[in-house]
């Protein structure tokens, strides 16, 4: 049940819990006991990454420093391991840091439950939200949806500087918060709140002015509000930013959604 879900994967504020989903932080009791210092932050990022699984040490040297490591690499790193370590054990945040952070014979392991990290949350409803949409429950989903957003605090790793390594997995979040944005609207629209969206649509769009999704989205809107007009406006709006800016016409998909636009007007 989706309400299980809620209570179950809240965060026990008496566990650490660290977010990378906004700011790289390391709470426990509401207080953030992440490192200062932006390498040791980069590291802590990389591992948490990966919770409970080995990372390479070549996957930590390419993050930290990226083409360019310095001569005496391996040995900076470890001391980067052991500051991180000292952090664990100064704050208390496990029984034994060298338990948390172990060294293995090619990198590192964090070892942490996935649960602890709120990337696995925000995947949680969203995988909530698939089951209840297929379901046929779109108002169920939508709130699944809207959940697995609101675990996002900001942009992520907003506060770690980010080598090559980081900055894929970081894409790849934002591809997933998109895809979870789409589907939600897609819910909201289905269930019947398209009124609703068409501010935070039109909003949207401004901010994405070539998301051609997006833009079907708040057409939809518009025409099952009754304001066909706009929403064929919306459509020759795209069109012509898409033509200057990339030579292209909108999508089937969009294409297919303005003739029956047409058509719909036709046949009134």
């Known amino acids: 049940m989706y309400s299980e879900l809620q209570r179950t994967d809240e965060p026990d504020r008496g566990t650490v819990h660290f977010t990378v989903l906004g700011p790289l932080e390391v709470l426990r009791q509401g207080v953030d006991y992440a490192p200062s210092a932006p390498k040791i932050l980069s590291l802590l990022a990389v591992l948490v990454m990966r919770p409970g699984k080995m990372v390479h040490i070549d996957t930590l040297i390419r993050e930290l420093w990226s083409d360019h490591p310095p001569r005496t690499v391996r040995t900076t790193l470890h001391t980067y391991v052991y500051h991180l370590r000292r952090c664990i054990d100064q704050n208390g945040l496990a029984a034994d840091g060298e338990a948390m952070l172990a060294t293995k014979h090619t990198g590192y392991t964090f070892n942490i439950d996935p649960s602890q ?47 090559p390594v980081l900055s894929a997995y970081r894409t790849e979040l934002l591809e997933q918060r998109r895809s979870v944005l789409h589907m939600r609207i897609e819910a909201e629209i289905v269930s019947g709140r398209h009124r609703e969206l068409i501010g935070e649509l039109r909003s949207l769009t401004t901010g994405s002015p070539l998301d051609e999704a997006l833009h079907g989205q708040l057409m939809r809107a518009l025409g099952r509000s009754g304001r066909r007009s706009d929403a064929m406006a919306v459509y020759r709006r795209l069109r012509s930013r898409l033509a200057g800016e990339l030579g292209v016409e909108p999508c089937d998909d969009l294409q297919v959604l303005h003739r029956e636009l047409i058509s719909e007007g036709d046949h009134r």
């Open 117 to 163: 990290v709120d990337t696995y949350r925000f995947i949680r409803l969203q995988q909530a939200g698939q089951e209840r949409q297929e379901a046929g429950d779109h108002s169920g989903a939508a709130d699944a949806y809207r959940d697995a957003l609101d675990v996002w605090t900001g942009p992520p790793f907003a506060n770690v500087q980010c080598g």
